[in-house]
């Protein structure tokens, strides 16, 4: 059996609903997503691809937003389950749209706090988690709200098996230093670059969001790191 869940050990900051939804959002929020969201009342599996039936491996995208990344990785790899976790409301909405027009079967949801799936996760059980434009907090004040800790990369370490990888993208240049201090002196990652595009440009595959366009416009450079488990 997988390990029972644990004690909570932080908390989400932030709007968790902006406009209302409508009609067809609203009925798939109370007949698609609990079909698809993971039970973390029960202990997770001993085997995690168990969630989804029959599936190579399991990765997890932490806060994707309206889903356009996550819905790519998922019909573009039918053979990968995908746990995508999302606390705000409308973005869950919109991912919940996309999966019933595109009838993916190979993801699961948590509409919640990322904190709580952590904890909840048995060890080694992931081939990759990403995290893809992160909320920044740019005031100083509220660093310590940023998902990327010293407990977090812990935290993604024990359940990211060995040779898996954490990938992280963000267009703010303050946070891509902060998560690579961070992630440069944890003793279980290691970063893969060896040349100047391997972080300026977008790994292979990767799918451009609405916001990464924006920030694009608007003359901000993206940022892509890869980190893997040792």
Known sequence: MGEPP???TGAFFGRRKGHALRPRQATLFETLLPKLAIDLSKPSPADLRSLFGDVDDVRVE???????HLIAEAERDPRIGFIGIEPFVNGMAKALASIEERGLANIRLHHGDATEVLAWLPPASL???DLIYPDPWPKRRHWK????????VAAIARIVR????????????????????RLMRSPDFVWTAEQADDWRMPWPGFTRT????????QGR????LIFRRV
């Open 145 to 152: 709200r940023r998902f990327v800790q010293d407990a977090s």
């Open 62 to 68: 932490s806060g994707f937003g309206g889903g356009e």
């Open 162 to 181: 060995l040779n898996g990888e954490f990938r992280f993208a963000s267009d703010i240049p303050d946070y891509v230093a902060w998560t690579l201090a």
């Open 127 to 129: 081939s990759r988690f």
């Open 6 to 8: 644990r004690k909570r």
């Open 210 to 217: 609405r916001y990464e366009a924006k920030a694009l416009r």
């Open 221 to 224: 450079v993206p940022c892509y």
